[in-house]
């Protein structure tokens, strides 16, 4: 038996270090421990050998298990290496200067975002940004939304854990939970408390919500939203900006309507659709893009305002969705993959 083992042994030694591809491997292993395999074999041998002797043959033939083992394990790591050594191509010199590149260019949604921001500048809207982490107050409290609502959830919302503290955003309540804003409209509470009306903002900024991620869906995603408050502004001054902001965007063919709605910041609330089937990529008469309203007076009067005076409009929507509209994307994914291929057709 010893000199059996030896014998295999010395067979797969000499087998498996010529082999150089992984299939080749997998043919080997089998043919040495699969079920049919020669030392598979010899172990089904244990059976015919006497009782006394079967303790000295076992240990030999464990033995000669872990050798054949370690055989195998030695030659699949050499072609493992081996495999990842060609994928990486030859060596390089990482002290040498990269070669150049080209000239870098700006991101779609960025293009998206600063061509909204210019064209409400032209309306007399001033760029706002706030933080990315915030309190349920700013999010969610200021905005009349109640503490039962769905979107305060946490399998809607990123809240962090309540040991979690950050010095440049202040609690406003105390108790409060840190979480990443849901939206933008956590900007428009921030700068009427800063301030009396007149206002006129426009906060673009990134936003997070649980979602799975899908074509049309993202857990980060970018929103654009807008505030104007003022005397005597109605939901034909709404209506009348969001003509203007898709027309300079999509062109002058570009028709909007609004559907009612609910949200809990505004009231009257609406859903924004447009139509702009002169767009490559555009099969639909209508299609949503955002939402709307009046502010509800009970807003104003968390932020100290007089809504008996004060009257103002918001609306927001998602960066991504224009650029997907304005380019012709038909994934969002495609946005977040850092895909050369893709950025390079936007220099």
Same mark, same amino acid.
């Given at each position: 038996?010893?000199?059996? *083992?030896?014998?295999?042994?010395?067979?797969?030694?000499?087998?498996?270090?010529?082999?150089?591809?992984?299939?080749?491997?997998?043919?080997?292993?089998?043919?040495?421990?699969?079920?049919?395999?020669?030392?598979?074999?010899?172990?089904?041998?244990?059976?015919?050998?006497?009782?006394?002797?079967?303790? #000295?043959?076992?240990?030999?033939?464990?033995?000669?298990?872990?050798?054949?083992?370690?055989?195998?394990?030695?030659?699949?790591?050499?072609?493992?290496?081996?495999?990842?050594?060609?994928?990486?191509?030859?060596?390089?010199? !990482?002290?040498?200067?990269? !070669?150049?590149?080209?000239?870098?260019?700006?991101?779609?949604?960025?293009?998206?975002?600063?061509?909204?921001?210019?064209?409400?500048?032209?309306?007399?809207?001033?760029?706002?940004?706030?933080?990315?982490?915030?309190?349920?107050?700013?999010?969610?409290?200021? *905005?009349?939304?109640?503490?039962?609502?769905?979107?305060?959830?946490?399998?809607?919302?990123?809240?962090?854990?309540?040991?979690?503290?950050?010095?440049?955003?202040?609690?406003?309540?105390?108790?409060?939970?840190?979480? *990443?804003?849901?939206?933008?409209?956590?900007?428009?509470?921030?700068?009427?408390?800063?301030?009396? !009306?007149?206002?006129?903002?426009?906060?673009?900024?990134?936003?997070?919500?649980?979602?799975?991620?899908?074509?049309?869906?993202?857990?980060?995603?970018h929103q654009i939203e807008c505030l104007y408050v003022d005397r005597d502004v109605t939901v034909r001054d709404l209506k009348a900006l969001l003509d203007y902001v898709f027309a300079s965007l999509l062109g002058k063919d570009t028709k909007t309507r609004f559907r009612p709605h609910y949200f809990g910041y505004t009231e009257p609330s609406f859903e924004v659709d447009l139509s702009a089937q002169h767009l490559p990529k555009v099969n639909k008469e209508w299609i949503e893009i955002g939402g709307c309203g009046m502010v509800d007076p009970a807003v104003f009067e968390g932020v100290g305002?007089? !809504?008996?005076?004060?009257?103002?409009? #918001?609306?927001?929507?998602?960066?991504?969705?224009?650029?997907?509209?304005?380019?012709?994307?038909?994934?969002?994914?495609?946005?977040?993959?850092?895909?050369?291929?893709? *950025?390079?057709?936007?220099?």
């Amino acid at each position: 038996m010893q000199d059996t *083992l030896n014998a295999l042994l010395a067979q797969a030694r000499t087998e498996l270090a010529a082999l150089t591809a992984r299939a080749d491997f997998e043919a080997a292993k089998a043919r040495y421990v699969g079920p049919n395999g020669a030392f598979t074999a010899l172990m089904k041998q244990m059976g015919t050998v006497p009782k006394e002797q079967r303790p #000295a043959v076992g240990k030999l033939v464990n033995e000669a298990k872990a050798r054949l083992q370690a055989e195998l394990d030695a030659a699949l790591a050499r072609i493992g290496e081996a495999e990842i050594a060609a994928q990486l191509g030859p060596a390089i010199d !990482p002290t040498l200067p990269s !070669p150049d590149a080209g000239p870098g260019s700006y991101h779609p949604l960025t293009l998206v975002r600063e061509e909204m921001c210019r064209i409400l500048r032209k309306a007399g809207f001033s760029v706002v940004e706030g933080p990315e982490v915030e309190t349920e107050y700013y999010c969610f409290d200021a *905005l009349n939304t109640p503490a039962d609502h769905p979107a305060r959830d946490a399998q809607d919302t990123f809240y962090f854990p309540e040991r979690a503290r950050f010095g440049n955003v202040t609690k406003k309540v105390p108790d409060e939970r840190y979480l *990443l804003r849901t939206h933008t409209s956590s900007v428009q509470i921030r700068t009427m408390l800063k301030g009396e !009306p007149p206002i006129r903002i426009v906060s673009p900024g990134r936003v997070y919500r649980r979602d799975t991620s899908d074509a049309t869906h993202s857990a980060n995603f970018h929103q654009i939203e807008c505030l104007y408050v003022d005397r005597d502004v109605t939901v034909r001054d709404l209506k009348a900006l969001l003509d203007y902001v898709f027309a300079s965007l999509l062109g002058k063919d570009t028709k909007t309507r609004f559907r009612p709605h609910y949200f809990g910041y505004t009231e009257p609330s609406f859903e924004v659709d447009l139509s702009a089937q002169h767009l490559p990529k555009v099969n639909k008469e209508w299609i949503e893009i955002g939402g709307c309203g009046m502010v509800d007076p009970a807003v104003f009067e968390g932020v100290g305002y007089d !809504p008996a005076v004060w009257s103002g409009y #918001a609306f927001g929507m998602g960066l991504e969705r224009l650029a997907m509209l304005l380019y012709g994307i038909d994934d969002i994914r495609y946005f977040y993959q850092n895909d050369l291929r893709f *950025l390079r057709q936007f220099a």
